[in-house]
């Protein structure tokens, strides 16, 4: 009789502890999966793995991941380099080299984004970001975006300056954000308020308020002059990295306003 207990109270334990190594096991699984994907998504140049995944699914894990994070914004981002992707740039912080070209340049024309003029260049990763954020948009408005300008060389804000644009409209060779090859004007309108008061430019301008962070865009000038150095351009768009872009949308900050409160506590 004794052995018997023994047997039936051995099987017991057995079976929970066959039980618990399982648990285990699915909980390890569960936190390597859950560290790569935010790891992978959060940190790298390499963007494509957050692109593997559905939209919806992947910026749900990292809405809850940043939400969860003590360092809820890492700010020690490279503004500097010409080829970061946080790289700053305004009328007084130019680029270091004046004819900089990255290496991962690609055409920006698809199915989703028409590019007017045919043959414009775009960062990889910006342009994995753009076609996603473009298709999202297509599912919306059954249009494709437009693309009017991004990469404008130093040769080119030359010209556009030979033309007595003043420096709250254009900005000075060697000082354009443009010369990032992170940026698009996206639609054609030469002023905000002709811009705002078209109804479509309008429509398309508040999805792009609400959901452009999410594909890590962000609209550099919106405050004028006094904070943004330029007018307003609801048509300018620059890519940003991911926690940037949502610190930045969340805080209702500018990347020029959050520059300059970096630099004052450097
Ligand atoms: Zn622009």
């Not at 360092?71 to 912080?93: A, E, I, P």
């Not at 000082?175 to 309008?202: C, G, I, P, R």
């Amino acid at each position: 009789m004794k052995n018997f207990l023994k047997i039936k109270l051995f099987k017991h334990t057995s079976r929970v502890r066959v039980y618990f190594y399982m648990i285990s096991a699915f909980i390890i699984v569960l936190l390597l999966y859950f560290i790569f994907v935010v790891h992978y998504s959060r940190n790298f140049i390499n963007t494509k793995i957050y692109y593997y995944y559905p939209d919806h699914y992947s910026s749900w894990i990292i809405q809850w991941w940043t939400l969860l994070s003590d360092d809820k914004f890492d700010n020690n981002y490279d503004f500097d380099t010409d080829s970061s992707f946080t790289k700053f740039v305004n009328n007084k912080v130019g680029f270091n080299k004046i004819d900089y070209i990255p290496d991962d340049l690609e055409k920006i024309e698809s199915d989703y984004v028409l590019d007017i003029r045919w043959d414009s260049l775009y960062r990889k990763d910006a342009n994995l970001a753009l076609q996603n954020m473009a298709k999202d948009f297509y599912l919306i408005f059954k249009k494709k975006m437009v693309v009017v300008s991004a990469f404008r060389s130093y040769e080119y804000q030359v010209w556009i300056k030979s033309r007595w644009c003043s420096d709250l409209f254009c900005a000075k060779p060697w000082f354009s954000e443009h010369q990032t090859w992170l940026v698009l004007d996206l639609w054609e309108a030469s002023t905000e308020k002709e811009f705002l008061s078209n109804k479509m430019l309008n429509a398309y301008y508040s999805w792009m308020q609400d959901n452009a962070y999410k594909y890590w865009f962000h609209n550099t000038y919106q405050k004028w002059p006094d904070v943004d150095w330029y007018v307003v351009e609801p048509w300018h768009w620059r890519y940003l990295w991911i926690d940037f872009a949502t610190y930045l949308y969340e805080n209702k900050l500018t990347i020029s306003e959050f520059y300059q409160k970096y630099t004052e506590n450097k």
